[in-house]
């Protein structure tokens, strides 16, 4: 018959042991998939400028996204869009951007995308770099962003 001592030995066991069995139960991070579904999103988000849709653009940031340009940093969802807006005004947008290259860390949770900014005739206008955390529910947000002139 199991002694108290026992008991709760088996106890102590089977809650050290726990959480190595639900890692273990996980299924592996497939990167290039998460890769191909940041690149998906960084040319979603470049077609919001394409598209002139303010608002699209405001729904790729994360709520506490930095965005460092040529006047400092920009911090939090609504000043970021403040200062875009006027990117937007026209119809034909002022510059377009595309990703070149895009990396996720092997935990799947934070990515990197960056590439050529383009004026509107193609010619090189700047590079960007942008920085991606993907939420619980598996949706690609920038929470950090830069931009700089064109790369030798």
């Given amino acids: 018959m199991p002694t108290i001592r026992h008991l709760l030995i088996a106890s102590l066991l089977a809650a050290l042991l726990a959480p190595a069995v639900a890692v273990a139960d996980e299924a592996p991070v497939d990167i290039a998939a998460l890769e191909a579904e940041l690149r998906a999103a960084e040319t979603a988000f470049a077609q919001?400028?394409?598209d002139r849709d303010l608002v699209a653009?405001?729904?790729f940031l994360a709520e506490d996204t930095i965005f460092l340009g040529g006047k400092g940093f920009l911090r939090g969802?609504?000043?970021v869009a403040a200062a875009w807006a006027r990117?937007?005004?026209g119809d034909e947008a002022p510059f377009?951007?595309?990703p070149q290259d895009v990396?996720?860390?092997a935990s799947g949770e934070l990515g990197l995308s960056?590439?050529?900014v383009t004026a509107p005739d193609g010619s090189?206008?700047?590079f960007f770099t942008s920085t991606w955390r993907r939420t619980a529910a598996g949706r690609w947000e920038i929470i950090l962003d830069r931009g700089c002139p064109p790369c030798e």
Wanted: zero cysteines.
């Fill in 48 to 50: 919001t400028m394409a």
């Fill in 87 to 89: 990117y937007f005004e």
């Fill in 103 to 105: 990396a996720v860390l």
């Fill in 57 to 59: 653009f405001a729904s």
């Fill in 96 to 98: 377009a951007w595309a």
């Fill in 77 to 79: 969802r609504d000043t």
């Fill in 114 to 116: 960056s590439g050529p």
């Fill in 124 to 126: 090189p206008a700047g």
